[in-house]
């Protein structure tokens, strides 16, 4: 089926960059903070900041003159995991996956080849912990996922090249390497990355895929290299295909 032609809608772009920078940012930002970590005009900015406080999304602090997200955006976020029945079906089985190995376990839902976005975790009980939360959002071929995405996603392979040569790894392997990795990830149904993407940390995912066979959402573990190296991969691999296989072509977004 032909993909629908996307327009550029300036406003609404500018809109979510001002939500995604303030929700990345450890303390509040002025107008002209924002303006210029986004290449605003600032004038449109304030104006675009103003709205969006108007809607409850963002909070102003007229002493300060600083903006931070507001609890409009919680609501709207707890409302869309309400409604994503990938989430609520695979908790269960990512605390059980956590709880058993001692990894964290997360779901995450794919939006196409721009990113991928944490909708479900399950923390490992141990001292050591990832920072990974819900809405956690990273590159959509970056990683374990990624090799999984380029595998069942169904993207032709010129636009998965133009993507791969945007990621920033810790050690980047080549694209024909990955492409190569890739094609056996087809074969065994998971990717394991052994700290090419974060320096000591394993991460290793399958896919959840739909009637169609491609993949709107994965299951993924993470821990440290060591750690999972004693586990065993195939082993953390089969116990993630279990739950994967019951989720394909009946997940939700």
């Known amino acids: 089926m032909k993909q629908p032609t996307l327009r550029d809608v300036p406003a609404v772009t500018r809109a979510v960059a001002i939500l995604r920078l303030l929700g990345r940012s450890d303390a509040p930002l002025g107008v002209?903070?924002?303006?210029?970590?986004?290449?605003?005009?600032?004038?449109?900015?304030?104006?675009?900041?103003r709205?969006?406080?108007?809607?409850?999304?963002?909070?102003?602090?007229p002493r300060?003159?600083?903006?931070?997200?507001?609890?409009?955006?919680?609501?709207l976020a707890r409302s869309a995991l309400s409604r994503n029945g990938f989430a609520r079906a695979v908790q269960p089985e990512l605390d059980r996956l956590a709880a058993?190995?001692?990894?964290?376990?997360?779901?995450?839902?794919?939006?196409?080849?721009?990113?991928?976005?944490?909708?479900?975790?399950?923390?490992?009980?141990?001292?050591?912990?990832?920072?990974v939360d819900i809405g956690s959002r990273f590159p959509a071929l970056?990683?374990?996922?990624?090799?999984?995405?380029?595998?069942?996603?169904?993207?032709?392979?010129?636009?998965i090249e133009e993507r791969f040569r945007r990621l920033r790894w810790?050690?980047?392997?080549?694209?024909?390497?990955?492409?190569?990795e890739v094609e056996?990830?087809?074969?065994?149904?998971?990717?394991?990355?052994?700290?090419?993407?974060?320096?000591?940390?394993?991460?290793?995912?399958?896919?959840?895929?739909d009637e169609a066979g491609r993949m709107p959402h994965a299951l993924v573990a993470i821990g440290i290299t060591e750690q999972i190296r004693r586990l065993g991969p195939e082993t953390l691999a089969a116990a993630l295909r279990e739950p994967a296989a019951q989720l394909s072509g009946t997940a939700v977004p």
């Open 32 to 49: 002209n903070a924002i303006a210029r970590d986004l290449g605003l005009v600032p004038s449109t900015c304030l104006h675009i900041l």
């Open 51 to 61: 709205v969006l406080a108007d809607e409850g999304l963002v909070a102003f602090d």
């Open 64 to 75: 300060a003159k600083r903006y931070t997200l507001a609890v409009g955006i919680l609501a």
């Open 100 to 131: 058993r190995f001692g990894v964290t376990a997360i779901g995450v839902e794919v939006f196409g080849l721009r990113h991928m976005v944490v909708v479900a975790i399950a923390h490992a009980a141990l001292g050591v912990r990832l920072h």
């Open 142 to 159: 970056i990683s374990a996922t990624g090799r999984c995405l380029a595998a069942f996603g169904g993207h032709p392979w010129d636009e």
């Open 170 to 180: 810790h050690d980047a392997p080549s694209f024909d390497d990955w492409r190569a």
């Open 184 to 209: 056996t990830v087809r074969r065994t149904g998971y990717s394991l990355d052994e700290g090419r993407y974060i320096e000591g940390v394993t991460i290793l995912g399958v896919p959840v895929t």
